[in-house]
Structures are given as C-alpha cells and as structure tokens.
C-alpha cells in the first residue's frame, strides 16, 4: 500500500530559535509551522496531529513560513474532505498544539502513545503545553486507542515507533509512499536539527537535540537512529512544506 501526505500549515509559533535548537541559536527570531499531515491512499482519510484549533492567521507569518496558514475544515476542504470523514488520527505526542482539533474527527480512531496520556492528566509544572481539555471529549466517547508497544502497525504501511526524544510518549510516524518510506518525526525539530551546520558538526555533532528534550543524550541517540529510519525524514517543524502540497 502507497500513501501520499498532504501537509497542512495549521498554526504556527514565533519565537527564540533555541526552542527548536538545543544550545544554539539563542536570540534568533524564528517562525515554525504547526502541521497536520493528512494522509491519503487508504480506506479512510487519516492525519497525523491535528494542530491549532484557531491558528494565527497574518501576513507575516505566511511570509515567513512560505505557505497560507488554514483552519483544519479549511485545508480538508482543499481536498474535499471535512473532519468528520477522517477514520484515523495518530498523534506524535498529546501537546497542545498537536491535538487541538481532535474533538472535531468525530468517526476517527485516535491513536497515543499510552505515557502521552499519563502526562496530559498529570502533566509536570514544567510542561504547561499538556492541556487535557483537548482530548477529554474524544477519551469519553471510546475513540482513543492507546500504544504501549516500541512499534506499532496502525494500518498496512503506516506504523508507529516510540521516540521519545521530546516528550516520554513521542511517536515518529513512518508511512509507505511511491517514493519510498517517510517518517515524520515524532519530536519537535526542524532541518537544521536533523542536518546541523558546518559549525556544530565541527564540534562533533552529527544532530541538534530538540530545544525542549526529555533528555538531551537521550534525544540525540534517538534521532541517530530516526535518521535512519526511513528513506525520507519529515522534521516535524520545518517550514519547507508550508509551500509543499505532496508527498508520495
């Protein structure tokens, strides 16, 4: 089974480059896109992450990420799609960003990562981005399906693999295309993570951990091993595919 993966820019952040760059780029101005990545080529329209719920919409924002800023009926309704036809979502983790919308897919199984759901309802101080009015009314209404397992295959092609490099419970999402596998990170990194510049890579790293990590060693070995992971690797924050409509 082949998939093709629609992203979808809906929401975004503007702040301190370091949040996204670990020990680097402090006091760097920086936009990132908040995707959700519709997937289609199954039974079943799916998405991975369902983003913001009522996105910034500016000028300058869409400038710098490259590509319009859509609500979620907004960027379905390009595809002729509404989120009551989505039959699956998969979560790389529960914050808020990445699950505002989920009580709109109201016929979709929606799958977490079962220390996800131990941190949304009892998050730490630290993390305030865990914000479990997003997912009470799906968790309610049975539509969650909860992973336990370091793989898992949600539908032939689509698996999910526990990465927790940003939260315990992050997932990279690695889905079968025509061109081959593609993983969308289950951490909140962008390119220049994956690929760092000749400067760091002069200190002798090969990645940048993830400005906000559940452990900076931790990280950097998982995203070793998520770079060679799949054919293509999908940073989960990196603006090039505001502007790309496919993938597969």
């Excluded at 079943?44 to 869409?62: F, Q, V, Y």
């Excluded at 002729?80 to 989505?86: C, F, K, M, V």
């Excluded at 808020?96 to 759901?117: G, P, R």
């Excluded at 993390?127 to 209404?141: G, K, Q, S, T």
Aim: overall charge negative.
């Amino acid at each position: 089974m082949n998939y093709t993966i629609h992203p979808m820019v809906v929401g975004s952040k503007v702040f301190d480059k370091g949040m996204m760059t670990y020990q680097q780029n402090y006091g760097t101005p920086y936009t990132i896109p908040i995707y959700s990545w519709l997937i289609k080529g199954g039974d079943r329209p799916m998405l991975i992450d369902t983003g913001e719920m009522h996105p910034i919409k500016s000028a300058d924002r869409e400038k710098a990420l490259g590509g319009p800023i859509v609500t979620l009926e907004e960027g379905l309704a390009r595809h002729g799609l509404t989120p009551e036809d989505i039959g699956v979502v998969i979560h790389t983790h529960l914050h808020n960003d990445h699950c505002e919308n989920d009580s709109k897919c109201v016929n979709a199984e929606i799958w977490v990562h079962e220390k996800e759901l131990e941190h949304i309802h009892n998050p730490h101080p630290l993390d305030f981005r865990y914000l479990e009015d997003y997912i009470e009314e799906v968790e309610e209404n049975g539509q969650l399906r909860v992973i336990s397992e370091a793989e898992k295959e949600i539908v032939p092609g689509i698996r999910a693999v526990h990465t927790p490099a940003h939260t315990e419970g992050g997932m990279t999402i690695v889905v079968q295309t025509a061109q081959g596998s593609v993983a969308i990170t289950g951490f909140c990194v962008i390119e220049e993570n994956l690929n760092p510049p000749a400067a760091v890579k002069a200190m002798e790293m090969d990645v940048i951990p993830p400005g906000t990590c559940t452990s900076p060693e931790r990280a950097y070995d998982i995203m070793l091993r998520v770079k060679e992971m799949a054919d293509i690797i999908i940073p989960l924050h990196e603006p090039h595919y505001a502007s790309v409509e496919r993938i597969g």
